[in-house]
C-alpha cells in the first residue's frame, strides 16, 4: 500500500503561481515498487487527465496543454514529488490528483492522493 498526501492547492488569479507537492508514504516495498509518479487533474464534468508525470529515471511527460508553464520534480529522498504551475489560466481550475504508479511482479497498480482544489480566477 502507497499512501500520497497532497498539499499546496488554492485560489490564485489568471497570470499567478501554485505549487503542489505529494508525499508518498507506505513500507519499504511498496515505495521501491514506484516507478514513476504524476499528476492528473479534473475538471467539473470532464474526465480525468494526465498533466505530468515523472518516471524513476527522471524522464517527464507533459499534457500538451501546459507544456512550458508547468515543471514536475522529485525529491527521492523525500519520496515527494512536486508540480510547479506558472503563468496560470482559469482553464486550469481542476482538482488536482497526486498518482503513483507501481509495479510488483508485473502487475500494475496506481494509486492516488485525495485530490486538491486549485482555482484560477480571470
Partial sequence: Q???VESGGGLVQAGGSLRLSCAASGSFASIFSINAMGWYRQAPGEQREL???IT???STNYADSVKGRFTISRDNAKNTVYLQMNSLKPGDTAVYYCNAHTVVS???HDYWGQGTQVTVSS
Fill in 2 to 4: 502507497v499512501q500520497l
Fill in 56 to 58: 524513476n529515471g527522471r
Fill in 106 to 108: 508485473g502487475s500494475a
Fill in 51 to 53: 498533466v505530468a508525470q
